[in-house]
């Protein structure tokens, strides 16, 4: 399981640019806003910490059909689905290796695109604590998303209809306690929930994920 | 004695859908018009809405079915995924469009009363953004449905999709309620309450409601029929090239 975590990192690393793309496209994304809305940095200061969210969750729907469809091309998912590996761990750890390529960084990139958007002072750590908390919960779903379009031939568009509603209550919650936080109100009850969706996808979803994916496989 | 899996039968399903379509669709027609006609005719005008109250008439037994609709879907994929029976994923695949044509309607009828009576088309109301959501889910599960080729591998992710789906929309249900308070009224009816609106709306609206349920029933029974003929046919013609 760690040979295929460490597998699954490096080719996202070195295979043609799945890792920085991610990052570019967060960048663009919020690069663009202040184009649409305009430069007053009270309006961007309002709207800093949603920007920042609905940034990640596409920068981190962009990557997604990347985590089944080239094992599925070669051959390899078949190969994992044969090995003494459970499905559900093996779908576990790829969830993980996108995270890890995917959600991590975006996390640590939050901040300094909040400086673009002028995001107020005290939304900061929220910001960052929401993402972190909620990220994960995006790469399951995500996943389960992908895994359930993996023999479609370019389903990347059914993907997005498939996972951006099952996004609707992770990108609720952290946005809530970003602006929340950046507002300066308490914010501990939305990121309770958002913990509490997290926990749940990352406990269950990998199941359904596994399911799907035997499915495709058969 | 005889069990309800015998329906589980394509042929069996057919032949009793066959029986009870015609009286099906005659009661839904009867009740669809008489609720409608007693509604929009024979009730007073609310005292500060006017008559954009009859509107309720359809808004209400369509939002009903809505979300009915998808639940029905959550049992035939729960029975497809437990005991395998053909009909019963045919079933969930002939209940979406209906579903998200019901949604459709409760979104639009909605609007059009929202407009006189809250002044805007559309609000981010908690109710209102959880029907779009689940308007979405029907989407979604449709368009799963067409993408794939293989009639079982089309039945096994979607109604995996489906129990998954039901779960992040009851979710999202909540998590809107959190985010926006409603401008939305409560529940207007429930079987526990002792309130209700008032009588002269209530019984009519109470005849549109199974006017709505009938008609969802007799056209489940009447495209779950076509998905089962359409399958056969294809069966056929493909015994058919395999003959020559």
Partial sequence: MIALLIRDIRLAVRAGGGFGLGLAFFLIVVALVPFGVGPQSALLAKIAAGILWLGALLACLLSLDRIFALDWEDGSLDLLATAPVPMEAAVSVKAFAHWLTTGLPLVLAAPVFGLLL?????????????????????????????????????????????????????????????????EEMAYHTPLLMLAGITCGAIALLPFASAAVLRVNLR | MASIWEYANPKKFIATTDKLLPWVSALAVATLVSGLIWGFFFTPEDYKQGSTVKIIYLHVPAALMAINAWMMMLVASLVWIVRRHHVSALAARAAAPIGAMMTMIALITGAIWGQPMWGTWWEWDPRLTSFLILFLFYLGYMALWSAIENDDTAADLTSILCLVGSVFALLSRYAVNFWNQGLHQGASLSMDKEEHVADVFYYPLLVCIAGFILLFVALVFLRTQTEIRARRTRALLARERLGQ
């Fill in chain 1, 118 to 182: 002028n995001l107020p002072g005290p939304g900061y750590g929220p910001l960052v604590v929401s993402l972190l908390l909620g990220t994960p919960a995006l790469s399951v779903i995500g996943t389960f998303g992908a895994a359930l379009t993996v023999g479609i031939k370019r389903g990347g568009l059914l993907l997005s209809l498939l996972v951006l509603p099952l996004y609707v209550p992770t990108l609720i919650f952290g946005a809530e306690v970003a602006r929340r936080g950046a």
